[in-house]
Structures are given as structure tokens and as C-alpha cells.
């Protein structure tokens, strides 16, 4: 069914150590993600980039030195998603990295609960204390389940923003140590690609549906380090043995037909170690995927 989809650029690379995320939205936009969603009858109106402070602005330590500025951007993309959710749109975040979910997540269930699909190799799921990097790109999920820095945690709205029942992870598999005991004493459903491998990405899919069954509306939050860099060569921290091209688009068509989407961010997309635009080309073929696309 055509829907009204709102996409909002957020050129956010305050949250990691690699530079050139920023311009992933230039980089979807480039790889024609409106015209292919306007090609499957939606309509689309792109409201430009959130304001997010040049990098080399700020203080040099980068690291949690950049909280400041990544809570600005956070609290205007907050903003962006209630704005979207309430006047009926598909509010689709294009990062950047994934720090940006703290608002985008925020936002979208600032009225209404939304289950959260976490499609990542890596779980994001660390505090200051527990982070061997202090990047903030690798805490945003910790944040919205209300753990770690308290300027994250409350921003929008004060305390969790979801709860355990709410939050299905699909990809994992690069997880620090004491990230992995976080995890586990969460509750949150954790697919690992170990589990895609032996069970096969169809089964893992619908039974991460199924776990979120009881909410109205789901929120996809796509890093696309979950493919394989032999794939998606253009992200800024690549882990071997992702998922493939074929299982990612399966994954987006079993959402697709499940009708249940209703917010969507797709982050850490980095031009400067991609080639010729392949990561963004994929992922504007997945979005479609997700948002109708289909063989037949």
C-alpha cells in the first residue's frame, strides 16, 4: 500500500572514530532512493539534513568530548520523528552513524510504543564505563533501554525508552566482553548470525516477528555492517561473516509483506571506503525491498 514517507538526512559523524559517515546521506540520495520509493507509488518528500556541527569544530579528544553536539542533533531528530509519527508519515533517517537512533527510536515512540528491529553485527549495547572505545555510536541501544550516560538515557523524555519485549536484534556477532553480559541481563531477543546460519534467515525473521507481535508498529534500525564487507564494503567498522545480499533483501521482503514498518534509520554508510557506491546502492535496494519492492 502507497504511504507518505518522509526522509530526514542526518549527517552525523560525532559518534565514531572513522571520518567520512557524514556523507552517507549524499551518498543514498545519489544511489536514488527517492525516485525508487516514488517509483513503487509512495509518495516521498526529503526535508534535507538535520544540523549536525562539522566535526573538526569541535574539541580534538572526539569520544564522549562530542555528547554535546551528538545530543543537539539527537534532540532535533527526536523532534523530527513525534513530527512524523503524528501528522501519519514514514519518518526514514539516513545516517551517519548510529548514534543517531537515540533520537530517531525516541521519537518515533514519543506517542505510541513501537517494537525495535536492530539489524547490526554489533550490538551497541555498551556504556561509558564498559566501552573499550568510548564511542558513542556503540551505546545508543544501551541509552534507549536506560542504561548509561543519563543525558542519553533521558533525552526527549525522561528514563527507557523501551522495554526487553520490545527489542529483537538480527546480525550480532562482534560483541565486547562485558557488552555480551549487558545483553544477557537485558532479556532482549538476540539473533547471532550462528542462528541464521543453522536455522536460515526466513525462520530467524518470523519468529523475531512474532516475539514482537504484540506492539502496533515496528521501527527498523539498519546498520549496514550487518552484510558481509564483501557485500557492503563501505562502513566503518566491517566484521566478516554478515549476512549475504540475498539474505539481506529476504529479511526486507518478509517485513515488507508483514505491513507492521513504520519508522526506519539507515546508518553507517561511509563513501570514502566504498566502492564506486556500492553500500549506498545496496542499501537504497533493501529500503525499497522493505518499503514494497517485491520479484513478482
Not at 559523524?13 to 525516485?35: E, F, I
Not at 580534538?60 to 523532534?79: D, T
Not at 501528522?87 to 513501537?114: K, M, R, Y
Not at 516475539?211 to 557492503?232: I, N
Request: charged fraction near 20%; include cysteine; glycine fraction near 12%.
Amino acid at each position: 500500500m502507497p504511504s507518505s514517507i518522509r526522509v530526514i538526512g542526518v549527517p552525523m559523524d560525532l559518534g565514531q572514530s572513522r571520518r567520512g559517515v557524514d556523507m552517507g546521506p549524499s551518498a543514498l540520495r545519489y544511489a536514488g532512493l527517492s525516485h525508487r520509493l516514488r517509483k513503487l507509488g509512495h509518495t516521498v518528500e526529503d526535508i534535507g539534513n538535520i544540523p549536525v556541527p562539522v566535526r573538526d569544530t569541535l574539541p580534538e579528544a572526539g569520544g564522549m568530548s562530542f555528547l554535546p553536539a551528538v545530543l543537539k542533533a539527537c534532540e532535533l531528530i527526536y523532534e523530527q520523528g513525534q513530527k512524523a509519527i503524528a501528522e501519519g508519515c514514514i519518518p526514514l533517517f539516513i545516517g551517519g552513524d548510529h548514534s543517531i537512533a537515540v533520537g530517531t527510536v525516541g521519537g518515533v515512540t514519543h506517542n505510541a510504543p513501537s517494537g525495535l528491529l536492530w539489524i547490526d553485527a554489533h550490538g551497541d549495547f555498551n556504556t561509558p564505563e564498559s566501552s573499550p572505545s568510548g564511542n558513542i555510536h556503540g551505546m545508543p541501544l544501551a541509552a534507549l533501554m536506560g542504561l548509561g550516560t543519563p543525558e542519553l538515557v533521558n533525552l526527549g523524555r525522561p528514563g527507557p525508552k523501551l522495554k526487553s519485549s520490545d527489542v529483537v536484534l538480527i546480525s550480532s556477532r562482534d560483541l565486547d566482553a562485558p557488552e555480551r553480559v549487558l545483553l544477557k541481563q537485558s532479556r532482549i531477543g538476540v539473533y547471532s548470525m550462528r542462528e541464521i546460519d543453522e536455522r536460515g534467515i526466513a525462520t530467524v525473521i518470523r519468529e523475531a516477528l512474532a516475539r514482537l507481535q504484540h506492539l502496533p508498529r515496528l521501527h527498523v534500525s539498519l546498520d549496514m555492517d550487518c552484510l558481509d564487507p564483501m557485500d557492503a564494503p563501505g562502513v566503518g567498522t566491517p566484521v566478516t561473516g554478515g549476512l549475504t545480499y540475498r539474505e539481506a533483501h529476504v529479511l526486507m521482503e518478509i517485513l515488507a509483506d508483514a505491513g507492521c514498518v513504520g519508522s526506519i534509520d539507515v546508518v553507517e554508510i561511509n563513501p570514502i571506503l566504498d566502492e564506486r557506491n556500492r553500500t549506498a546502492e545496496i542499501a537504497a535496494e533493501l529500503l525499497a525491498s522493505l518499503l514494497g519492492k517485491s520479484i513478482l
